[in-house]
């Protein structure tokens, strides 16, 4: 697809192989940094919860509801659990996590109410 739509600026008379390598390159280039950004996120998430850990009338007052819904959210997708963190942990605005995932705001609506619904189902909620 990339190279579809990168055919625009490839340059009549040049050798194809530097322009499709050059392609291939950035590709896998964005890719890992994008991977590393999102281990990066997850860690600072679980520091997170570490630094700020429940006070004692939390843990007594909601500790399975807690322990339920951090398992339910381990057993959601990457994806879910992705934007999730961003909300929850991170407390991104949808412009920030637009551009965290490179993609609209109406997009990350959409993709933050999915994971909320998969979220309650996972929780046995209606």
């Not at 007594?60 to 934007?83: K, S, T, W």
């Not at 993609?103 to 929780?123: D, I």
């Amino acid at each position: 697809m990339k190279l579809y739509h990168s055919i625009e600026r490839f340059r009549i008379g040049e050798r194809v192989e530097p322009w499709l390598f050059r392609i291939v390159t950035n590709t896998a280039r964005n890719r890992l940094r994008s991977e590393t950004r999102q281990r990066a996120l997850q860690v600072r998430a679980a520091a997170q919860v570490a630094i700020n850990p429940p006070g004692p009338d939390e843990v007594v007052v909601h500790g399975d509801d807690r322990q339920q819904m951090i398992a339910a959210i381990g057993r959601l997708r990457f994806e879910d659990r992705l934007i999730l963190t961003y909300r929850w942990f991170e407390e991104m605005t949808e412009a920030e996590m637009a551009a965290a995932l490179q993609c609209r705001p109406g997009t990350v609506k959409s993709r933050l109410n999915r994971a909320m619904v998969r979220l309650r189902a996972e929780l046995g909620e209606s």
